[in-house]
């Protein structure tokens, strides 16, 4: 599979696909993905089709998944269509499937995506209620298809690894309030006498959005207890590929990137994450596929998931009524990279 060779015709091309194709700055992801392809095989024929037209935000994200397993030491059983990647260590044996949330679109195919507010209070109530009924469509849809039944799948974990694509940057927001929706509370934020930080998971009502009301809780559904884990990873980009290809040795040393955002902060009375900024260039640099990657354990799974897992990701787990995690020292919520190329002048 030649990806960034076109197949279709030129006004299919997605813009996106256009962009990452021919941008000198996207030059390392680029050869990293060449790269890749030929140790992905494309169950469905039609990867590269789709990755340049209608679904490349998808195809990516099973790009990104394929490179973070085999970081993990995880091989691949293909022989089936579904779920997306059977995962097989010496001791594990996992199911992992691929879960986008998309835009919006009217009967014609128009994005009717609704912008993501500005001002505070009501960016706080679309961050509370419309981004879980977003995440609660493709989730739930999953959820019907009851891979647990399928006789290759039974008697072991399922996965589900999402990622938003609903809106440019949409990720970002995954990581402050998707705890909310899978476990069904919401957190307040106190300090107490000796300026200590509490934090209390208190549960929540429905997510509330003009007309439309769903449950809350993806982890109470019917059926949801054979889905052991929802994992994400808001920096899981095209950037983060352009980065860990730069590593590699993939692409010109031209192209200079500055990776910059919020990180976990350890500091237990640290309400609010801490700034970070990397010389992507710089020698000492250093990143892993798993870095940013979450994983939500669901506390009624009739096949629970360890940490030995994905051992470098961050693990949160509901226990006794509140959120206990199990965070790496770095762990990235929010990032963008700042792609820095040569201006090329013509001689006169």
Same mark, same amino acid.
């Not at 260590?89 to 199911?95: A, N, S």
């Not at 994005?111 to 209070?121: G, L, S, Y």
């Not at 892993?288 to 354990?297: E, M």
């Not at 799974?301 to 360890?306: E, G, H, N």
């Given at each position: 599979?030649?990806?960034?060779?076109?197949?279709?015709?030129?006004?299919?091309?997605?813009?996106?696909?256009?962009?990452?194709?021919?941008?000198?700055?996207?030059?390392?992801?680029?050869?990293?993905?060449?790269?890749?392809?030929?140790?992905?095989?494309?169950?469905?024929?039609?990867?590269?089709?789709?990755?340049?037209?209608?679904?490349?935000?998808?195809?990516?994200?099973?790009?990104?998944?394929?490179?973070?397993?085999?970081? =993990?030491?995880?091989?691949?059983?293909? *022989?089936?269509?579904?779920?997306?990647?059977?995962?097989?260590?010496?001791?594990?044996?996992?199911?992992?499937?691929?879960?986008?949330?998309?835009?919006?679109?009217?009967?014609?195919?128009?994005?009717?995506?609704?912008?993501?507010?500005?001002?505070?209070?009501?960016?706080?109530?679309?961050?509370?209620?419309?981004?879980?009924?977003?995440? *609660?469509?493709?989730?739930?849809?999953?959820?019907?298809?009851?891979?647990?039944?399928?006789?290759?799948?039974?008697?072991?974990?399922?996965?589900?690894?999402?990622?938003?694509?609903?809106?440019?940057?949409?990720?970002?927001?995954?990581?402050?309030?998707?705890?909310?929706?899978?476990?069904?509370?919401?957190?307040?934020?106190?300090?107490?006498?000796?300026?200590?930080?509490?934090?209390?998971?208190?549960?929540?009502?429905?997510?509330?959005?003009?007309?439309?009301?769903?449950?809350?809780?993806?982890? *109470?559904?019917?059926?949801? =207890?054979?889905?052991?884990?929802?994992?994400?990873?808001?920096?899981?980009?095209?950037?983060?590929?352009?980065?860990?290809?730069?590593?590699?040795?993939?692409?010109?040393?031209?192209?200079?990137?500055?990776?910059?955002?919020?990180?976990?902060?350890?500091?237990?009375?640290?309400?609010?994450?801490?700034?970070?900024?990397?010389?992507?260039?710089?020698?000492?640099?250093?990143?892993?596929?798993?870095?940013?990657?979450?994983?939500?354990?669901?506390?009624?799974?009739?096949?629970?998931?360890?940490?030995?897992?994905?051992?470098?990701?961050?693990?949160?787990?509901?226990?006794?009524?509140?959120?206990?995690?199990?965070?790496?020292?770095?762990?990235?919520?929010?990032? =963008?990279?700042?792609?820095?190329?040569?201006?090329?002048?013509?001689?006169?």
């Amino acid at each position: 599979m030649d990806v960034f060779v076109p197949v279709a015709p030129a006004d299919h091309l997605s813009a996106a696909f256009l962009r990452v194709a021919s941008g000198e700055g996207f030059l390392p992801a680029r050869a990293l993905i060449e790269s890749m392809i030929p140790y992905y095989e494309d169950v469905d024929g039609n990867f590269v089709e789709q990755f340049q037209t209608t679904a490349l935000d998808a195809r990516f994200w099973e790009l990104y998944l394929f490179a973070l397993l085999n970081e =993990q030491g995880f091989a691949f059983d293909r *022989s089936f269509k579904a779920p997306d990647f059977l995962c097989h260590r010496p001791l594990d044996r996992v199911f992992v499937e691929a879960v986008t949330v998309n835009p919006t679109r009217s009967q014609a195919g128009i994005v009717i995506e609704p912008p993501v507010p500005t001002e505070p209070a009501a960016f706080l109530k679309c961050h509370r209620e419309y981004m879980p009924m977003k995440w *609660s469509s493709p989730l739930t849809s999953k959820l019907k298809k009851k891979y647990w039944e399928l006789p290759h799948v039974r008697g072991f974990p399922v996965v589900f690894a999402m990622q938003d694509f609903h809106v440019p940057r949409a990720m970002t927001f995954l990581s402050h309030s998707i705890t909310s929706y899978l476990y069904g509370i919401e957190f307040v934020a106190l300090i107490d006498e000796k300026e200590n930080l509490i934090v209390e998971a208190i549960p929540r009502g429905p997510h509330e959005w003009g007309e439309k009301i769903i449950e809350t809780g993806f982890f *109470s559904l019917p059926d949801s =207890q054979y889905v052991s884990a929802v994992m994400t990873n808001p920096i899981a980009t095209i950037s983060k590929f352009n980065r860990m290809a730069f590593l590699a040795g993939f692409g010109t040393r031209s192209v200079r990137m500055i990776y910059a955002g919020f990180c976990h902060d350890h500091n237990p009375n640290a309400a609010i994450s801490r700034p970070f900024r990397f010389q992507v260039n710089h020698p000492k640099y250093s990143e892993t596929w798993a870095q940013g990657t979450n994983v939500f354990h669901n506390p009624n799974a009739v096949l629970p998931l360890d940490e030995s897992f994905l051992p470098d990701a961050a693990h949160h787990r509901l226990k006794n009524g509140a959120i206990r995690s199990l965070i790496p020292d770095f762990h990235p919520y929010q990032s =963008q990279t700042l792609i820095l190329t040569p201006k090329r002048i013509g001689r006169p």
